[in-house]
Nanobody, 122 residues
Framework: VQLVESGGGLVQAGGSLRLSCAASGRQFSGLAMGWFRQAPGKERQFLATIDWSGGRTYVVASVKGRFTISRDNAKNTVYLQMNGLKPEDTAVYYC????????????????WGQGTQVTVSS
């Protein structure tokens, strides 16, 4: 599976971005998907996950209410809508995929994108 993120960029604090992750190479609809981020000098942090159908989602408490994960299996794409962005949200954002159930452990994911940079200015 190949995953390609897009939608990152520079935004002012309080702004919004929608990240997209396009999948190719195998049946996307069979995969649980997740979003992670990694700031310089920090470990990769789990943000959100969604099951194969889109019916089950989980968002980590630190961004819940600001970030929303969704997917469109017809377009082989998973999204991360980010609202109310803060400077501390600055990081490289990665999407990831795995067969089976949703997961928050990055070690559980088999497929990773190359990442997209999000920079939030104050």
């Amino acid at each position: 599976v190949q995953l390609v993120e897009s939608g990152g960029g520079l935004v002012q604090a309080g702004g919004s971005l929608r990240l997209s992750c396009a999948a190719s190479g195998r049946q996307f609809s069979g995969l649980a998907m997740g979003w992670f981020r990694q700031a310089p000098g920090k470990e990769r942090q789990f943000l959100a996950t969604i099951d194969w159908s889109g019916g089950r989602t989980y968002v980590v408490a630190s961004v819940k209410g600001r970030f929303t994960i969704s997917r469109d299996n017809a377009k082989n794409t998973v999204y991360l809508q980010m609202n109310g962005l803060k400077p501390e949200d600055t990081a490289v954002y990665y999407c990831a995929g795995r067969s089976g159930w949703v997961a928050s452990d990055k070690a559980a994911y088999d497929y990773w994108g190359q990442g997209t940079q999000v920079t939030v200015s104050s």
